[in-house]
């Protein structure tokens, strides 16, 4: 019977020698800065801000909703 273990199943894996061309950046077009709308970045500000009011207006409700849930638990 003869054993064979992992040593006969070796392959020598070599890495690419490319070592320049992962370190250029993906994206090769430039970012040309223009004028931004004022306007543009006002709504997007206000429409975050709702989302957020909106949250913690349900967080908040929530919160009271449980406490008054309780009260009225312990009070029976």
């Not at 064979?4 to 077009?29: A, C, Q």
């Not at 957020?52 to 029976?76: D, H, Q």
């Amino acid at each position: 019977m003869t054993f064979k273990g992992f040593t006969e199943n070796t392959d020598n894996i070599e890495t690419p020698n490319d070592i320049n061309v992962s370190e250029k950046p993906l994206n090769t077009k430039k970012i040309s800065s223009g004028r931004v709308d004022i306007n543009v970045l006002k709504s997007k500000l206000e429409e975050q801000q709702s989302k957020e009011f909106r949250k913690n207006l349900f967080i908040f409700s929530f919160c009271v909703f449980l406490l008054g849930a309780i009260g009225v638990y312990l009070s029976l």
